[in-house]
C-alpha cells in the first residue's frame, strides 16, 4: 500500500458530500446517545481496520448499549448492540434521504429510540434542509470511499505519533464529522472567556488555550487535500514564523492564521511522513513558544515521561 496515496478532490468530490451527510446523520445519533465531554470529545470518529466506528455509547435510559460503525471496505453500515444483535445494509446508491430513514430503521428494529434534536446538515450549504429531504445527494464511488478511508488510517498514523511527544492535556486522534478533518488538539490549562456572542460548538470547543494539528481532504474554500495546523489563540507574531518544510504556507483564515502543508507537497518529499512530522512540530514550537508554554517540562519524547524509563532504553 502506497504511502498518502493521491486522492485528489475533484475525483471523489460528489462522493463526498453524499458521505459527509452520511457521517452527520449518524454523528448526530452519536451527539444523542452519548454522555457529553469536555470539547465535545464524545461526539467524533475513531478509525478501525475497515472504515470508522461511533465506538459504544448509550445513556442507560432504556436503549441498549450499541455502536455504529462505517464498513468502507465491504461498503455497510453496521449497528451492533451489546447482547450480540446485529444489522447492516449497503451504503452504495442510497440518497442520504435513504441513508437517513434506513439508519433508523435498523436501530428501532435492534431496539434503539433515539432523537436527532436538530435532523439537518451542520454548517453545510443545505444546512436548512432535512437529512430526510436530501435525495440531491446519493454518488457513492466505492473505490474514492475506500481511498478516503485509507488516507484516514495513515494520517490517524501520523498523529498517533506526534502526539506521542506530549505528555500535557491532549484530544484522542478523533475524525469530526462536521467538518469532515481528522485532529489532535494540545492544550494548556489557561481559560479562554471568549465574547458572548461565540456560538455554543466553538465555545466549548475553545474553553481552553489550544494548538491543534490535523488534515481535512479538501473543501469549495479550499480545493485540495492538506495537512494543517494553529493556535487558539493566536500567539501575537506567530504567522512571521518559519514553517518546515519549505512547502508549509501561512494563510489567513477568518481573521487568524493557518498553517498548511497540501497533501501532494507531502507526497511529494522523499520521507513524506518525516516531513508531516516536522511541519507539525514547527508549528507546535513557534506557537508553544510565543504563548509561553513550558514546552520541555510537556514533552515526553517517544511516549516516555519516566525520566529512569527513558534513560533505560
Not at 9 to 33: C, M, N, P, Y
Request: charged residues 25%.
Amino acid at each position: 500500500m502506497e504511502m498518502f496515496p493521491a486522492i485528489p478532490l475533484s475525483a471523489w468530490k460528489d462522493s463526498k458530500e453524499t458521505l459527509h451527510r452520511f457521517a452527520q446523520v449518524v454523528g448526530k445519533i452519536r451527539l444523542a446517545g452519548s454522555v457529553r465531554r469536555n470539547h465535545w470529545w464524545n461526539v467524533p470518529y475513531y478509525v478501525t481496520g475497515s472504515g470508522v466506528t461511533t465506538r459504544p455509547m448509550g445513556l442507560f435510559d432504556g436503549n441498549p448499549v450499541f455502536a455504529i460503525d462505517f464498513d468502507f471496505v465491504g461498503h455497510r453500515l453496521v449497528v451492533r448492540t451489546l447482547d450480540g444483535a446485529s444489522s447492516s445494509f449497503s451504503l452504495i446508491g442510497r440518497s442520504v434521504a435513504d441513508f437517513h430513514r434506513r439508519t433508523l430503521e435498523t436501530l428501532h428494529a435492534l431496539g434503539v429510540d433515539v432523537t436527532l434534536l436538530h435532523p439537518h446538515p451542520f454548517d453545510l450549504p443545505d444546512k436548512g434542509r432535512p437529512f430526510a429531504e436530501d435525495t440531491e445527494h446519493a454518488a457513492y464511488d466505492p473505490f474514492w470511499v475506500n481511498r478516503y478511508w485509507q488516507v484516514l488510517s495513515q494520517v490517524s498514523l501520523v498523529l498517533e505519533e506526534f502526539s506521542a511527544g506530549y505528555s500535557g492535556k491532549i484530544s484522542p486522534v478523533h475524525h469530526f464529522w462536521h467538518t469532515f478533518d481528522i485532529a489532535a488538539t494540545r492544550f494548556s490549562d489557561r481559560r479562554i472567556d471568549q465574547p458572548a456572542a461565540v456560538d455554543p460548538v466553538t465555545r466549548e470547543a475553545y474553553s481552553r488555550e489550544v494548538i491543534s494539528a490535523g488534515f481535512w481532504f479538501g473543501d469549495d474554500s479550499y480545493p485540495r487535500p492538506a495537512f494543517y495546523s494553529y493556535a487558539a489563540p493566536e500567539p501575537q507574531g506567530l504567522a512571521d514564523e518559519p514553517l518546515r518544510p519549505a512547502a508549509a504556507r501561512w494563510s489567513e483564515q477568518r481573521g487568524s492564521h493557518l498553517a498548511t502543508l497540501d497533501y501532494d507537497a507531502a507526497r511529494e518529499e522523499e520521507d513524506p511522513v518525516g516531513a508531516v512530522l516536522e511541519f507539525y512540530e514547527s508549528v507546535y514550537r513557534a506557537a508553544a513558544r510565543l504563548a509561553g508554554w513550558d514546552a520541555a517540562h510537556l514533552a515526553c519524547p517517544g511516549g516516555v515521561t519516566d525520566p529512569r524509563t527513558a534513560r533505560a532504553g
